[in-house]
């Protein structure tokens, strides 16, 4: 079983509705980032999570430490959203480094 | 926010060769770099952690002897795949950050190896 598990692995949704793309881990962190990742490979990172719940724009993060689980949630999507988004954690135990999912392929349809 | 930087974004490589890959944290100093490798369809795998100053700290499974990894100063490191084959072919990301928590990525450089 892998450290860091995304739900659902694929996602296509109609311009307007709202998305949302969860992540469960198994490893106790110290942190937990979502990325975006376009169709060209780079990388964007859109949230740093400890605690709590973060809001950049139309993008609305959301931890719960103690279940080990965490949404991205993307309000009112639109096509240029459609990326892969992939969550990573910071692992505490050993060397400190990101272990990711296998990432959220989402596709917004016009 | 920060910037980071790779060049090139795209090389092809006659198999045997040596490609070098630069990253670049464009306004900040990084203290740590991290190197990333992606195949097809798969997730982002660490290839090593480098400090500024002192060797790269090299995961499980990676040919440190492959993958030379330089980090002379607080904006540049490179990873030069050294004897290039075609399943070296990937697409290669790194990051820096100041602080290992808040990782700034840059924007990748596929390896075509022929």
């Known amino acids: 079983k892998n450290e860091v598990e995304q739900s659902p692995q694929n996602l296509t949704a109609q311009e307007g509705e709202f998305i949302t793309i969860n992540c469960s881990y198994s490893v106790g962190i110290s942190a937990l980032h979502w990325l975006q990742q376009h169709p060209g490979g780079g990388i964007v990172s859109l949230f740093m999570l400890s605690s709590g719940k973060k809001k950049h724009g139309r993008l609305i993060a959301t931890i719960n430490i103690q279940e080990k689980h965490s949404s991205l949630h993307i309000t009112a999507s639109h096509p240029r959203d459609s990326a892969v988004y992939i969550c990573a954690v910071f692992i505490i135990q050993g060397a400190q480094k990101l272990v990711f999912g296998q990432g959220t392929r989402l596709t917004i349809n016009p | ?114």
């Open chain 2, 1 to 114: 926010g920060a910037v980071v930087s790779q060049h090139p974004s795209r090389v092809i490589c006659k198999s045997g060769t040596s490609v070098k890959i630069e990253c670049r944290s464009l306004d900040f100093q990084a203290t740590t770099m991290f190197w990333y490798r992606q195949f097809p369809k798969q997730s982002l795998m660490l290839m090593a952690t480098s400090n500024e100053g002192s060797k790269a700290t090299y995961e499980q499974g990676v040919e440190k002897d492959k993958f030379l990894i330089n980090h002379a100063s607080l904006t540049l490191s490179t990873l030069t795949v050294t004897s290039a084959h075609p399943e070296d072919s990937s697409f290669y990301i790194c990051s820096a950050s100041w602080d290992s928590y808040e990782q700034y990525f840059g924007p990748g450089t596929r390896l075509t190896v022929t």
